[in-house]
């Protein structure tokens, strides 16, 4: 289970992303100030995965933080600021942040963010298992039952975007978000449903009877399956 560093001074914003944190499958380590974050030293064994750093704190900023916890822990750093301005973004990045995110945010952007972040650290596999189903991001392959099958590039992008949200439903605008001119195709509705089906019928057993992408009725779609990163 990945760790996540949490610097906030905001009860309610810290009790809110860590709620949203823990549905996610992340154990939240949580601190309200820069002291208590500077002094908050975990052993090696233990250590986040990620931090997200507040860069207004009550005692101090999160430029501190962010410099004290690359050299502690080498791991990635995302900004929370209620402040876009391009000073404060240039600072950040900088300093070795390695993104940040302006309030108030969409809470799967966030989590999109902090993946993203993670496997660009090589924090997060790269290699994917369900029901008979492999894949690896990194080389974009995909098999099935130890045989490679082809996917299209907007096929392969729904794949991951299910992969990528194990724990979520996703709702069918959701998916037309992400995959709006991917592979420079138009998608709306009626197109959305044909890929579902095309790509339900290269990685599964059995299409009338899905075992991967799951329909949820009336609201969408989700990972089906014994998920294993």
Not at 14 to 28: P, Q
């Amino acid at each position: 289970m990945k760790r996540i560093f949490l610097v906030e001074d905001d009860k309610e914003i810290a009790r809110h992303l860590s709620l949203l944190l823990d549905a996610e499958g992340f154990t939240v380590i949580h601190a309200a100030s820069q002291k208590e974050a500077l002094e908050m030293q975990m052993p090696v064994n233990s250590k986040p995965d990620l931090a997200l750093v507040d860069i207004s704190l009550p005692d101090g900023n999160g430029f501190t933080v962010c410099t004290e916890i690359k050299q502690l822990y080498g791991i990635p750093v995302i900004f929370l600021t209620a402040s876009g301005d391009e000073a404060s973004v240039v600072t950040g990045l900088n300093i070795g942040a390695d993104d940040y995110i302006t309030k108030p945010f969409r809470p799967r952007e966030l989590v999109a963010r902090i993946n993203t972040a993670l496997r660009k650290s090589g924090n997060v596999p790269s290699e994917f298992e369900i029901c008979g189903l492999y894949v690896d991001t990194a080389s974009g392959i995909v098999k099935k039952d130890n045989k490679e099958i082809f996917l299209s590039a907007l096929e392969y992008r729904l794949l991951l975007v299910f992969i990528n949200n194990p724990r979520n439903i996703i709702t069918r605008d959701q998916l037309l978000d992400e995959l709006w001119d991917a592979a420079g195709e138009f998608v709306n509705n009626n197109t959305l449903t044909v890929y579902i089906k095309r790509l339900r019928e290269k990685i599964g057993d059995n299409p009338a009877s899905p075992q991967i992408i799951l329909t949820v009725r009336g609201t969408g779609y989700r990972l089906g399956g014994n998920y294993v990163p």
